[in-house]
Every structure is written in structure tokens, then in C-alpha cells.
């Protein structure tokens, strides 16, 4: 999208929500001159003015699928979203109600609703309430904010949909997972969260993990743990009932951790650079690697596992820093490492 898109929009935009809309926001002056908002603007830029009314109404259409009535827009702006997108927002009682990202295109990439200030359609409310069903076997006690994510790999649709610090995801409006915070870990967890800390060296500081949970659609709960420790933060995966260890994660090891530490002077030579060690180790060496640090760090056992890179983007900004492990009868195990070859985490497919 270039400068005298943005310039152009943003006026037709504000016609548009104004209620003249982008064509009564230009008038044809003497010696066909055409004006609008007091600034002249060259004629052959009146279809990039029409055309933002078809944005709203992308807009709107998209949010029909899933309020009950119809919103005023009250703000339109330009924004970034994996590129850049055009904002339409409205408030209720000074607080944001809704939002719906729009590409230049017209093609709808995100909306946001405030169940609290506007009120689902009951085909949408019939959606939710199933799968919060389905996933928690319970009903929800109402819901206080819904996300819609429309993803361009496979063309699915996202759903969040939260109850307080509960969610409730669909993909295709079929439940596939929800999940939570937690305020208390049970004991069996904690239990089992000391020993792996204890087989890394990490000592637990004094302040409690951040907690939360996640359930899988027919599978059993699985708690997420990130405890503050003398070996840095560490991110633990525990499935409930059977207490066993399914993920671990190192911070101070993380690629993640690498790439926030390039420098300011030279970030994206020092990026590459990264870049090229990581993608540049053969699997026979991370193999080799992944085995004995599975073993230490998770007391799991990968011999016997076939490795292959995680098939991943062939962009030359990709990062191919995973190595997924099978074997028959066996659940599949990624591994993750950083520009050293060093393991930093495992997690076990549940």
C-alpha cells in the first residue's frame, strides 16, 4: 500500500463512517477540478475512493456472520498486520466493542467482538456453547471476548472464544481445543514439575510458575508451567493423571533467547549469521546431539527414533531449527536447538 493510497483512504474513510460515503466525499469543482475535505485531489484517484466503501462493507458482512445487529463504524484507520490492513473499530461506554482488520483487497483477516457490550447471533452462541461443552463438559458462564482469526494457509477460520481467563478455540467451527489460566497447581504436578527441575540442575526461586492449562479435543489435560530459576526461566508440559513430563524448555538455551541478544549496531548481519549456523548443521550431528541431551535433560530415550528436519518455509529468512523424531508404536518428539547445536527443549505429542 503506497503514501497516496494511505493519504487518499484515509479522508474517503472518514466520509464513508461520516455516513456521505467515499463517493458523496468527492465533488467534481469548476474546470472539473475535484475537491474534497478542502484539498485538491487529482480525478484519476476517484476509484481508489469508491472502492473503500466495498472494505466496509467486507467488514460488515464478516461481523453479520456472528452479531446480532448491525454496528456504525466510528474509526477507520491504517494499521499493520503482517502488512499493512485498514482498522474498523466502534466503542460502547468509552470502551472498545469491536474491531474487523481488512486488507486493501477486501479480504477480512481478523475480527474482535466484545460479547459484553454486543450481543452474538444465536447461531454463533450455538457454536461456542457446544464446543465449551464438548471441551470442558460444562457450559460457559458467559463470554467476554471473541477473536476471529481467517488464516491464508489452508484458507481455515480461528475461533477464540474466552469466558474470563477461559478459552475455547474452533477451527472451522469445530472445537479443537480450550484451555485457561490456573490459580493452584495440584500437587501430582508440582511434584512431578520439581523432579525435572531437579534432573537439569535448576533450583525453583521463591516466586510461584505462571500456570495454565490446555485441552486437546478427546485427550487429557495438560498443565503448562514457567518457573523463574537459578538456570533461568523453564517451560514444563505435564499431562494430568499419568504426571508425565511431555515438554521442556530451557530459556537461557533458546534460539529465541540468541536472536534477542544481537546487537543494535549490526542486528540483521548478526541475524544471518545466526541463521546460517542453525540451518547449516547436518542431521546426522543433531541426531547424534538430540539423543544424548534427550536423555539428560528428559530422561528420554530417542535411539531407535528416524529424524528429519521439520518441513518448514524455503524462505531465505526461515529458520529450520527442529528435528521431528518417529518411530512406530512410538508418540512423535520434536526437538529444538540453537546455533551451538545445543538441544534447548523436547516435547512429546500427546
Known sequence: ??????????????????????????????????EQAGNAVSSN??????????????????????????????KAETVDYGGEVISFSWEKKSTLAGEVLVKPDGKVVKLYVNPKLV??????????????????????????????????????????????????????GKAARGGGELKEVPAPIQKAAAQALSRVGAKQGKDNPRASFVIELNKKKVYALEYKTNKGNIELEIEESTNRLLGIKLQALSLVKELSEVSVENPEKETQAIREKVNSFSLDKLKIAAVKQAKE??????????????????????????????????????????????????????
Open 1 to 34: 500500500m503506497n503514501k497516496i493510497y494511505k493519504v487518499v483512504s484515509t479522508a474517503a474513510l472518514a466520509a464513508v463512517l461520516a455516513g456521505v460515503g467515499a463517493v458523496g466525499a468527492v465533488q467534481a469543482g469548476k474546470g472539473g477540478k475535484v
Open 45 to 74: 484517484k476517484v476509484n481508489q475512493l469508491t472502492s473503500d466503501q466495498k472494505l466496509v462493507d467486507a467488514a460488515q458482512a464478516k461481523l453479520k456472520e456472528f452479531i446480532m445487529t448491525p454496528v456504525s463504524f466510528s
Open 119 to 172: 450481543e452474538l447471533n444465536d447461531s454463533t452462541k450455538s457454536k461456542l456453547n457446544a464446543a465449551w461443552k464438548q471441551i470442558f463438559n460444562k457450559s460457559a458462564d458467559g463470554y467476554t471476548r471473541l477473536n476471529v482469526h481467517y488464516l491464508e494457509e489452508g484458507g481455515s477460520t480461528d475461533i477464540i472464544a474466552y469466558s474470563n481467563n477461559d478459552f475455547v478455540n474452533l477451527v472451522d
Open 297 to 350: 535433560i528428559m530422561n528420554l530415550d530417542l535411539s531407535g527414533y528416524q529424524a528429519a528436519r521439520e518441513e518448514n518455509s524455503g524462505a531465505p529468512s526461515a529458520f529450520h531449527d527442529a528435528v521431528i523424531f518417529t518411530k512406530k508404536g512410538s508418540p512423535t518428539v520434536t526437538g529444538y536447538f540453537n546455533s551451538k547445536g545445543v538441544f534447548s527443549g523436547f516435547r512429546i505429542e500427546q
